[in-house]
């Protein structure tokens, strides 16, 4: 009829596992695992602040990387909110060109249009 549950199967199926975690796995990468992952093992290894380390507000954090270079380091990465990360990546500033780039082409082509309609 099977084992009972609770019984020693399923204690060693967790003891096996625990064994494997981290450099014991055979599927691990070290520093080099891709980025995603990388920011999934900081998630789960640094301790989730309840303010933003830049502003110091209550918002909704994430993990941002403070060096550039993607190395499994827990100090290499803080927790911040989505608006200091684009500040830090330097996102903010992108868009911001990207805003004015499209006003000034949006202004051209009105001015096209008003020309165009004026008979000029």
Do not use: T
């Amino acid at each position: 009829m099977g084992r009972p549950k609770g019984s020693k199967d399923k204690k060693r199926r967790s003891s096996d596992a625990q064994r494997r975690w981290g450099a014991k796995n055979s599927k691990w990468k070290g520093n080099k695992v891709g980025r995603n992952a990388l920011h999934e093992w900081i998630r789960r290894h640094k301790p989730k602040p309840a303010l933003c380390q830049d502003c110091r507000r209550f918002k909704l954090l994430e993990i941002a990387n403070i060096s550039g270079k993607y190395k499994r380091d827990i100090n290499d990465f803080k927790w911040i909110c989505r608006k200091c990360h684009m500040f830090s990546d330097g996102r903010f500033v992108n868009l911001k060109n990207q805003e004015d780039k499209n006003a000034e082409v949006f202004e051209k082509e009105m001015d096209k249009r008003i020309m165009a309609q004026s008979g000029l």
